[in-house]
């Protein structure tokens, strides 16, 4: 009965921590019902806002620390300071809320970071919270109650948070180079892909530019050589046909001439003939 009343004040002051009532947790955080009804789910919803917080605290903490470089201009302890406050209040409720007892803050938490509102990281972060605080817990509840060292227990979280997050943002970051230097071969390897097809291209069209060039080339001095055959044949045929017509005048003068002498010859024999007839007259 004890150990049952103990986990619901260690659930009421996880509940009031989510109303920002952590002063009152201790001292009324008893609540009614069987074990069942403690509703650990709503207990893992706070935790889950709270460690949303934390993380943005660390990687703060983390990114202020890159910026700064070992330079004292930059104060980066204002994210350690509101995760020392939150934690220790946190921490304090588990502690007060289960009465001291290590083994009611061990059960419970385990329940609590069980819950399906914790996964992934969040879930590691309660599993790693709980085992510290269990761990720092002694078995003498009340050494527990009056004398357990938050701000230790949170320096060590701290710590150990903030060496997760630079890992992680470092991971990030080398992820984002990679990424960078991945898309840069590729955009290269685009690049010089594009610039190789459109030298391949001006290739191309230089060589059918060349060979259209040479084919009208061609086809002139096809054309002119067919020209100048057809115009030597013109030629030829025209001689020939000048060469006929001064055959055929020379033939028509020949025969004109022949008539002309035969008539000649004739006229002459007839008018011999008309002078032998009037001397056998005479």
Same mark, same amino acid.
């Given at each position: 009965m004890q150990r049952t009343r103990a986990m619901m004040l260690l659930f009421a002051s996880l509940t009031y921590l989510a109303q920002g009532a952590i002063h009152a947790a &201790?001292?009324?955080?008893?609540?009614?019902?069987?074990?069942?009804?403690?509703?650990? /789910?709503? %207990?893992?919803?706070?935790? &889950?806002?709270?460690?949303?917080?934390?993380?943005?605290? &660390?990687?703060?903490?983390?990114?202020?620390?890159?910026?700064?470089?070992?330079?004292?201009?930059?104060?980066?302890?204002?994210?350690?300071?509101?995760?020392?406050?939150?934690?220790? &209040?946190? %921490?304090?409720?588990? %502690?007060?809320?289960?009465?001291?007892?290590?083994?009611? %803050?061990?059960?419970?938490?385990?329940?609590?970071?069980?819950?399906?509102?914790?996964?992934?990281?969040?879930? /590691?972060?309660?599993?790693?919270?709980?085992?510290?605080?269990?761990?720092?817990?002694?078995?003498?509840?009340? /050494?527990?109650? /009056?004398?357990?060292?938050?701000?230790?227990?949170c320096q060590g979280f701290w710590s150990k948070m903030t060496a997760v997050e630079a890992t992680r943002l470092e991971q990030e970051r080398v992820e984002h180079a990679r990424r960078l230097e991945a898309e840069r071969i590729q955009l290269a390897a685009a690049k010089k892909k594009a610039e190789e097809a459109a030298a391949e291209e001006a290739r191309r069209r230089a060589v059918a530019e060349a060979a259209a060039k040479e084919a009208a080339k061609k086809a002139a001095a096809e054309a002119a050589e067919k020209a100048r055959q057809e115009a030597k044949k013109r030629a030829e045929e025209q001689k020939k046909a000048a060469e006929r017509a001064e055959a055929e005048a020379v033939k028509r003068q020949q025969e004109e001439a022949a008539r002309e002498a035969e008539e000649a010859q004739k006229r002459a024999e007839e008018a011999a003939a008309r002078v032998d007839a009037k001397r056998k007259e005479a």
């Open positions: &201790a001292g009324h955080g008893f609540l009614s019902g069987k074990k069942s009804g403690m509703q650990p /789910e709503l %207990v893992a919803t706070t935790l &889950a806002r709270v460690e949303d917080r934390w993380r943005s605290q &660390a990687v703060l903490f983390t990114e202020c620390n890159s910026t700064q470089g070992g330079s004292a201009t930059l104060d980066c302890s204002h994210a350690t300071s509101a995760f020392m406050k939150s934690c220790s &209040a946190v %921490v304090s409720a588990m %502690v007060s809320g289960s009465s001291g007892d290590r083994e009611n %803050v061990k059960e419970y938490l385990g329940v609590v970071c069980n819950e399906p509102e914790l996964t992934g990281w969040k879930k /590691e972060w309660c599993s790693g919270l709980a085992d510290s605080v269990s761990s720092m817990m002694s078995a003498d509840n009340y /050494e527990n109650r /009056e004398d357990f060292d938050y701000t230790r227990l």
